[in-house]
């Protein structure tokens, strides 16, 4: 059984790019969350998706933006990149109500 | 005042020895926490939950919740040196599936 899966491992942009991360979740799990883990903090939540809608937002501007797709895959997209973008992405499964297991992570620099 | 709260530490202890891990929570109306392990250049993983007021055991991890002070822990019996990593208190702003938020983690070294 799969758990869940991240494309891309590792990312370089420059400021003012554009840059769209993607996530799988965990076989039967129908939710998905994003979350911003910046060097030596926890992670931040930035959105939750349940059947293809943003359920919950976090402190983030709209630069971030989401979407989930009917096999309830997802992918954080992030416009006009910012040199404090700089984090680890996480992307977390679960199934409407328990535990959230984390994917390995995109680990995005921005030059 | 954060809404968790963790000792960033780093936090050492001698292999074999018990390690204790603190959080405390300024939401008086949550319900359920969870505790995540995150090696170096990982991404964390669940090693414990607690809903209920008292302690929880699962092999050589002891959860402790005491709502009334809004503080759990976590504690590791046994330290070994594979246990050194960063945990993380987390809490959910509903039962189960809501955001979690987290704490900024406690680095552990288990000192052989």
């Known amino acids: 059984d799969a758990g869940v899966t991240q494309s891309p491992t590792h990312l370089i942009k420059t400021r003012g790019q554009q840059v769209t991360l993607r996530c799988s979740p965990k076989?039967?799990?129908?939710?998905v969350s994003w979350y911003q883990q910046a060097l030596g903090q926890g992670p931040q939540f930035i959105f939750q998706y349940y059947e293809e809608e943003e359920r919950q937002r976090g402190n983030f501007p709209d630069r971030f933006s989401g979407h989930q797709f009917p096999n309830y895959s997802s992918e954080l997209n992030v416009n006009a990149l910012l040199l404090g973008d700089s984090a680890l992405y996480l992307c977390?499964?679960?199934?409407?109500?328990?535990?959230?297991?984390f994917g390995p992570g995109t680990r995005l620099t921005v030059l | 005042q954060k809404e968790v709260e963790q000792n960033s530490g780093p936090l050492s202890v001698p292999e074999g020895a018990i390690a204790s891990l603190n959080c405390t929570y300024s939401d008086r109306g949550s319900q359920s926490f969870f505790w995540y392990r995150q090696y170096s250049g990982k991404s964390p993983e669940l090693i414990m939950f607690i809903y209920s007021n008292g302690d929880k055991e699962d092999g050589r991890f002891t959860a402790q919740l005491n709502k009334a002070s809004q503080y759990v822990s976590l504690l590791i019996r046994d330290s070994q040196p594979s246990d050194s990593a960063t945990y993380l208190c987390a809490v959910p702003t509903n039962f189960g599936n809501e955001k979690l938020t987290f704490g900024t983690g406690t680095r552990l070294t288990i000192i052989p």
């Open positions: 977390a499964s679960s199934f409407v109500v328990g535990e959230q297991f």
């Open positions: 076989s039967g799990h129908d939710t």
